[in-house]
């Protein structure tokens, strides 16, 4: 199965005899078995598509999602194929008033901050320079400190436990993206992380890889019909998928971090992040959802661990599973 990013400006999404075909200036330069598409992503101005693709995307249960400028899901047309059943989001906000909800939350952070630790012990293994393994070996050893730290909170005490979560997930980012800084992994045009309208190429690319991440996390919460804008440790506001995002924080690092660290000698040379860099990128996320990984004793695709993941999300709101951020190994 396969997830389709259109991302060049003037072409055209039209279906034909049971395939969608992408063309530009009238000449066809690909095309999919509809029955073999899960996901399809507008990501530039200036793309058009026919209304059969509309409604043969929704028929089949295909989620559309359009990108705004700054690569924010603009919309998500699911169809009325869905999985969304009343009971599951009673449960779903019922749980979000508990202190068990507290606690969820504080093993998104916790898997956010191990995840980007196992990002740097990644990158202190594969550098060839010692100085730079060292910088990135120094940190995963202090951040290791700081989740100890996140572990040992009795969060169900605290009133305000979302900022003292947010806090500490803050700082232990701050640690995160100062260490890519210091061991070089990133270039000298990086500062520091931005997010919506940073103009270095470097956090351009990361916050375009975000974007394309959410995109497999909202299809697989669809399927799992849960309430995409009611998250646990985002806040709510109109417009906001906070449980997009919830889920986002554990996957951030190994999905996105990682491609874009590999991809920053070329980012650095271009001095923006170019069409061919964007490809390269969306091919990057592609692959690695496509990579077999270690999960309750199997290897699955990633797409399927993360589908299977937010499925135990979905049962944690029922009281009948537990939920554990997924942690990445190599």
């Known amino acids: 199965?396969?997830?389709?990013?259109?991302?060049?400006?003037?072409?055209?999404?039209?279906?034909?005899?049971?395939?969608?075909?992408?063309?530009?200036?009238?000449?066809?330069?690909?095309?999919?078995?509809?029955?073999?598409?899960?996901?399809?992503?507008?990501?530039?101005?200036?793309?058009?598509?026919?209304?059969?693709?509309?409604?043969?995307c929704a028929m089949r249960g295909i989620k559309l999602f359009i990108l705004d400028p700054f690569s924010h899901t603009q919309a998500c047309v699911s169809g009325g194929q869905l999985h969304a059943v009343s009971k599951v989001r009673e449960q779903q906000f019922k749980f979000l008033g508990s202190d068990e909800a507290k606690k969820l939350a504080q093993s998104l952070v916790i898997g956010k901050l191990k995840n980007q630790r196992v990002i740097l012990n990644y990158f202190a293994k594969y550098q060839k320079k010692h100085n730079q393994s060292h910088v990135c070996q120094?940190?995963?050893?202090?951040?290791?400190?700081?989740?100890?730290?996140?572990?040992?909170?009795?969060?169900?005490?605290?009133?305000?436990?979302?900022?003292?979560?947010?806090?500490?997930?803050?700082?232990?980012?701050a640690m995160y993206w100062k260490t890519l800084y210091e061991a070089n992994l990133f270039p000298d045009s990086f500062s520091g992380r931005t997010g919506r309208g940073a103009t270095d190429p470097i956090n351009s690319a990361l916050n375009y890889g975000y974007h394309i991440l959410s995109t497999y996390v909202w299809h697989c919460l669809i399927n799992s019909g849960l309430e995409i804008y009611q998250g646990v440790l985002h806040t709510q506001?109109?417009?906001?998928?906070?449980?997009?995002?919830?889920?986002?924080?554990?996957?951030?690092?190994?999905?996105?971090?990682?491609?874009?660290?590999?991809?920053?000698?070329?980012?650095?040379?271009?001095?923006?992040?170019?069409?061919?860099?964007?490809?390269?990128?969306?091919?990057?996320?592609?692959?690695?959802?496509?990579?077999?990984y270690p999960y309750q004793g199997k290897k699955l695709k990633?797409?399927?661990?993360?589908?299977?993941?937010?499925?135990?999300?979905?049962?944690?709101?029922?009281?009948?599973?537990?939920?554990?951020?997924?942690?990445?190994?190599?």
């Not at 396969?2 to 049971?18: A, L, M, N, P, R």
């Not at 906001?240 to 996957?251: A, C, R």
């Not at 589908?307 to 951020?325: D, V």
């Open 1 to 56: 199965m396969k997830h389709i990013t259109v991302c060049d400006y003037g072409q055209f999404i039209g279906v034909t005899s049971e395939r969608l075909t992408i063309k530009e200036d009238g000449v066809l330069v690909a095309e999919y078995p509809l029955g073999r598409i899960k996901t399809v992503t507008i990501t530039k101005k200036g793309v058009s598509l026919s209304s059969n693709v509309i409604v043969q």
């Open 138 to 173: 120094l940190s995963a050893s202090k951040l290791k400190t700081h989740i100890a730290k996140v572990q040992q909170l009795k969060i169900e005490k605290y009133d305000d436990w979302r900022e003292v979560l947010l806090g500490y997930e803050g700082s232990g980012a």
């Open 237 to 292: 506001r109109a417009g906001k998928p906070s449980l997009v995002l919830d889920i986002m924080e554990v996957y951030r690092a190994w999905v996105v971090d990682r491609n874009v660290i590999k991809m920053a000698d070329k980012l650095q040379k271009s001095g923006e992040l170019t069409p061919k860099i964007k490809k390269q990128l969306i091919a990057s996320i592609h692959k690695t959802f496509a990579t077999h």
């Open 302 to 330: 990633l797409e399927t661990i993360l589908q299977r993941q937010i499925y135990r999300l979905s049962g944690a709101f029922y009281g009948e599973k537990k939920y554990k951020p997924y942690i990445f190994r190599w």
